[in-house]
């Protein structure tokens, strides 16, 4: 098992090397203008790894670090740092294809899960609601991003075709990182799911972005 790993995890370098060697002459063969933009793509990227390590070591907290450890399992500690992370996993995990229903989940009703009504609503989703209920609400999220973006096309100024952007990487922001930490995609941090998580100002905040929008919209024919 260990030998059949090593040389997958070889044949998968050897293509990666491949891959990068076709794009490189493809690059030089169209123009070589296109070599200088690969090369400075490359620097960011090496730039980008050097200062990814020194932030982890100089910039962040031990408590941050810790939930980084967690989430690329470099640290087991489900009864600490973890704990919040384990409970909504087993949470969503138990949820399983159609949910408990509605007010029925074990670990959500018995508050096995911390901050389940506002960071970690969303495995209050899955469990309760099972599979279908959390990807229904993972559709209604794309739907209404593609929905922003269609309408920040067709604005007629830059400023409102821009804040149609805007509204939509916030909002994309906040569905990513939040679903990504209950599910331990991404480290635990305080972030509510939009229109979803309990909370006034979150909901205050989302409500005012997208009204502006609208509002930008509706009198979009009057900018000549």
Known sequence: MFLLTLLLNKLIIIGVLAAVAVLLGFFIKRNRKNLTVLFAVFALLIGMTYAVGYMYEKVLSDHQKTRIDVLLGKQNDPRG????????????????????????????????????NTDFIFCTVGEE????????????????????????????????????????????????????????????????????????????????????????????????
């Not at 996993?89 to 074990?106: E, L, P, W, Y």
């Not at 972030?191 to 989302?206: K, N, R, T, W």
Request: zero cysteines; hydrophobic letters at 50%; proline letters at 3%.
């Open 81 to 116: 740092a973890g704990y919040n992370l384990n409970q909504s996993m087993i949470a969503i995990g138990s949820g399983g294809f159609a949910g408990k229903g509605f007010m029925n989940g074990t670990q959500t009703r018995f508050k096995f899960v911390p901050e389940q």
């Open 129 to 224: 609601w099972g599979f279908l209920g959390a990807a229904s609400l993972v559709v209604i999220y794309v739907l209404l991003l593609l929905r922003i973006i269609v309408l920040a096309e067709r604005q007629r100024s830059n400023f409102s075709r821009i804040y149609g952007y805007g509204v939509a990487s916030v909002l994309s922001f906040h569905v990513l990182i939040n679903i990504g930490m209950t599910i331990g995609l991404a480290p635990v941090v305080g972030i509510p799911l939009p229109f979803v998580s309990y909370g006034g100002s979150s909901m205050l905040a989302f409500s005012i972005m997208l009204f502006i929008f609208i509002k930008q919209d509706a009198v979009r024919m009057q900018i000549l």
